[in-house]
């Protein structure tokens, strides 16, 4: 291809580039600053996310877990696990710890008499 026939070549494929604005490569400034301009607008649209404090009233620490700061979570803790009920669908620990007595009894019988 000749030179004045690359020139018509890059100029009609330049053509097909062009912004209302005109032409702008991938590294140009202006476009450079188009994309800060919309991702700070997609940044703007999206929700703003909460502020990430302790929900104690009066504490000021940043959350670490459910809303609260490490000491109130760990006293929070604490305390569900001291108001959970026993389960009540199973067995009582005693009758379990007897049954395995009595299973481990049988065992030592049936070694011991081998």
Known sequence: MSAAGQR???KA????YTSPEGYHGPDSPRRES???R???E???ALPQEPPRGCRVEGCEEPHEA???CKKHYAKWWR???MRRPPPEDGPALAEVV???RAAYAAVERAVGDG
């Open 8 to 10: 018509s070549a890059e």
């Open 13 to 16: 494929m330049r053509a097909a």
């Open 34 to 36: 188009e994309r800060e």
């Open 38 to 40: 919309l991702v700070e």
């Open 42 to 44: 997609v940044a703007d």
């Open 66 to 68: 459910r809303h609260r």
């Open 79 to 81: 305390l569900r696990e």
């Open 98 to 100: 007897a049954e395995c």
